[in-house]
Every structure is written in structure tokens, then in C-alpha cells.
């Protein structure tokens, strides 16, 4: 995993695409200022962080867990829309 600075998105994807080859895996971008006097007088700097292909691996499995058990009786049965209704 690699960290790109540029200041531009442009710029910063193709220093990515020189380092890592037109397949990288593009893990997160965000904007960063600029360090010392730099970032009063200019733009903020994108930031890429990216990997080889194949670097962020096959997305996580989820499991459903099951409802935890209740010590609580089932509740009775609904009534029957159709049925007549008690006296």
C-alpha cells in the first residue's frame, strides 16, 4: 500500500498508475493541506492511497447471527379476520 500526493486528482492517478500499473486498486482519496507556509497560499492537496491489484483482497463474509433465544412463552395465535366476531 502506497500513499500518492498531487495537486491534482488527475496528477495524483497517474503517479499511481506510473508506480503501481494501470490495474491498482484505489483504497481511499481525500484532500490534505499542503505542509509548512505552502498551505496559506495554495490549494489543498489530493492524497491517494492505493495498492497493487488484488491489494484490497475479496470482500469480508457476513454471517447472520440467529435471534437469541427468549425465555418468553409464544404469543397465541391472531385472530382470523374472517371469523365472526365474539358476542
Do not use: C, N, Y
Not at 497560499?41 to 440467529?66: H, N
Not at 435471534?67 to 418468553?72: F, L, Q, T
Request: hydrophobic content about 40%; cysteine-free; charged content about 20%.
Amino acid at each position: 500500500m502506497q500513499t500518492f500526493r498531487a495537486r491534482s486528482s488527475h496528477e495524483a492517478l497517474a503517479e499511481v498508475k506510473k508506480a503501481l500499473g494501470p490495474d491498482a486498486v484505489i483504497l481511499g482519496t481525500r484532500f490534505v493541506q499542503p505542509p509548512g507556509l505552502r498551505a496559506l497560499v495554495t490549494t489543498p492537496w489530493v492524497e491517494i492511497t492505493a495498492g497493487p491489484p488484488g491489494a484490497a483482497g475479496p470482500a469480508p463474509r457476513l454471517r447472520a447471527t440467529p435471534p437469541p433465544e427468549s425465555d418468553r412463552p409464544a404469543a397465541p395465535p391472531a385472530r382470523d379476520p374472517a371469523a365472526p366476531a365474539l358476542p
